[in-house]
DNA sequence: TAAAATTAGTTGGTACTACGAACCGAGTCA
DNA sequence: TGACTCGGTTCGTAGTACCAACTAATTTTA
């Protein structure tokens, strides 16, 4: 089920249960994200290019590599940013062909304020959780998403 | 930072830490669903519809509510699933302007496939975990996420 | 080292997503 | 009945994303 958010009568399924919460979460977590964005006049993807850029200068193939998106897709992302002034092109050192991308101040200062409100409006959900259990919900994602670690 | 997924030092955080772990978790599980719907020539959206319709018929307007768009929206992605033949348009009994959705043989076909697919794909994901673990992060995100529930 | 092959990005074309505004037809209400 | 509201569709626009074709720079290789 699920993917449907509210209604429907979860039942008591067994494995399926913990797949279905997670896209759930993963649909509430995106509508946030989202939210965010449209807010700011911003796609969940230009949102993510923000994100990535914040401590980055990244050339065009590593940052649709990041996204999972083709480089001509990039091109006309890293186009409507930059004609916004977020963003800005430069030459990259090693290599003639490449072309790194980079926030502007005014990228910098809105990723910041981007980040911070994305933080407080995620906090509506975790904030229904006692701290210990936060804790707890922390480790676990942790453990989920990252085994490559060691 | 995250929203950018891998690389990129996570410091140790205290609250901000589990933000971006629902985020990353919420990317990568996006991720997952987006594939299976490729894999199905499917948007995202689109495979949301089937999920939704899958034990339901639905007026345009509610099948809009719950995906959060707007109706206009959703004639046209309407239109282009029937026009695959999963889904159909039909009368509703209570009120002559309101137009219900709901799956075709193809497309209830299509769901429940989508559905295993789903699971099975993210349950890489979940099998990350024993057990034990499974069921207690079942547990947090349940209460996380439903708290109306009483 | 010159020609061939590869790689980085851009451009152009197509399909789809999503929105708002304008628009009909079916209900409601006065 | 006439005014109003509601449910959907249609239209126009902007953005997302893909693939194929193309240019320029780099690397191979013969």
Chains 1, 2 share one sequence.
Request: net charge neutral.
């Amino acid at each position: 089920m699920v993917i449907s958010e509210p209604g429907a009568p979860t039942g008591a399924d067994e494995s399926g249960d913990l797949v279905d919460l997670l896209v759930q979460s993963a649909f509430m977590t995106m509508a946030v994200l989202n939210k965010v964005g449209a807010d700011n006049d911003l796609s969940l993807t230009q949102l993510r290019v923000l994100a990535i850029l914040r401590d980055r200068r990244l050339r065009m193939t590593a940052l649709a590599n990041y996204l999972g998106l083709e480089k001509s897709t990039m091109s006309g992302l890293v186009d409507r940013a930059a004609r916004r002034g977020l963003l800005e092109r430069g030459p990259n050192a090693d290599d003639g062909r490449a072309v790194d991308v980079f926030l502007s101040p005014a990228g910098v200062e809105l990723a910041d304020r981007l980040y911070a409100h994305v933080g407080r409006s995620l906090a509506t959900m975790t904030s229904q959780l006692a701290p210990t259990e936060q804790r707890h919900l922390r480790t676990l994602l942790e453990r989920m998403l990252g085994p490559p670690r060691a």
